[in-house]
């Protein structure tokens, strides 16, 4: 029990349930009304799947952020604390092995090339905590780009590997067009959090020479940087919130405008005024809600298919 609660932190168990809400809603909430073909078990799999390797990630990168945490994040580091470093490799190890297993499973060799992506993922959260992550916005695309991809593995494991983005069937077009979607939505709520821990975590990575936005350019310059983002988010979802209303999904649309688009207006206006660590926290706290209310809007599907 002693270990339970600092290994569960170790692998930021909220983010892994939110990894598998993510995936649960879109098999739950899209794929199902749409194809009404069950493949629970599959599900499940992948779900664990991702999980894991998501763990295994979070466990390497602290793994090598030993230094750094103690300054950014004293009061979180784990890590040579309450977790030997021998450990925390060994779990790593189990952990993304565990994940590859799974999603052989899940999948078999007619989806091969998932396996070898989830490998290409673990490799990825290795390559990002040893280098990536301090080099100039190359750890801010990867972690962005893996986001996306715990909702894009669903979208590849339940369509037809031989016409995936080829198809005139409406319901594979349909299911095509949702799984980008939300992978989209995905990709740049993360580019905008990504940016925001940065400069919360500035002091830290100034120190151990990581090359990231604010310390290579500045708090001014990333902040027009996750602006821009943030305003193409705002103005792509307002235009498709135009498109919903032709279906007549008023309860989606109001949703959307108060749970999502509002609240990334708001952060960007505090994003202007936002110059202590404690602001860059809170903000990066409040994109991570918004990333959640977007994910909870897949509900809406299996209420209108």
């Avoid at 295994?56 to 977790?83: C, H, L, S």
């Amino acid at each position: 029990m002693n270990l339970l609660l600092p290994f569960l932190r170790l692998i930021r168990w909220p983010n892994l349930v939110f990894i598998a809400l993510t995936q649960a809603l879109f098999y739950f909430c899209i794929y199902l009304p749409l194809y009404h073909q069950p493949q629970t078990a599959k599900a499940v799999l992948l779900m664990l799947a991702s999980v894991f390797i998501a763990a295994a990630g979070y466990i390497i990168n602290d793994y090598f952020d030993v230094n750094i945490d103690r300054i950014n994040k004293p009061e979180k580091n784990v890590v040579d604390r309450a977790i030997h470093r021998r450990w925390a490799i060994i779990w790593h190890l189990v952990l993304s092995l565990a994940g590859l297993v799974l999603t052989a499973c899940a999948v078999r060799l007619h989806y091969w090339y998932l396996i070898v992506a989830n490998l290409g993922c673990v490799a990825l959260l290795w390559f990002y905590s040893t280098s990536f992550k301090r080099q100039l916005l190359v750890g801010n695309l990867v972690i962005s780009l893996l986001t996306a991809w715990t909702i894009l593995v669903f979208f590849f494991a339940f369509s037809n590997p031989s016409h995936a983005f080829n198809t005139p069937d409406p319901l594979s077009v349909k299911f095509f067009r949702l799984a980008f979607l939300y992978a989209g939505f995905a990709f740049v709520i993360s580019l905008v959090r990504e940016a925001i821990k940065d400069m919360e975590d500035l002091e830290g990575d100034a120190r151990y020479g990581c090359k990231t936005l604010p310390v290579v350019a500045g708090i001014r310059t990333t902040k027009t940087y996750t602006a821009v983002w943030l305003v193409v988010l705002v103005a792509t979802l307002t235009v498709l919130q135009f498109y919903v209303l032709q279906f007549g999904w008023w309860p989606s649309v109001v949703y959307a405008f108060l749970r999502v688009i509002l609240p990334l207006l708001l952060t960007l206006k505090k994003l202007r005024s936002a110059t202590s660590k404690e602001d860059y926290a809170a903000l990066s706290k409040q994109t991570k809600n918004i990333m959640l209310s977007g994910i909870l809007s897949m509900i809406f599907f299996a209420i209108y298919f």
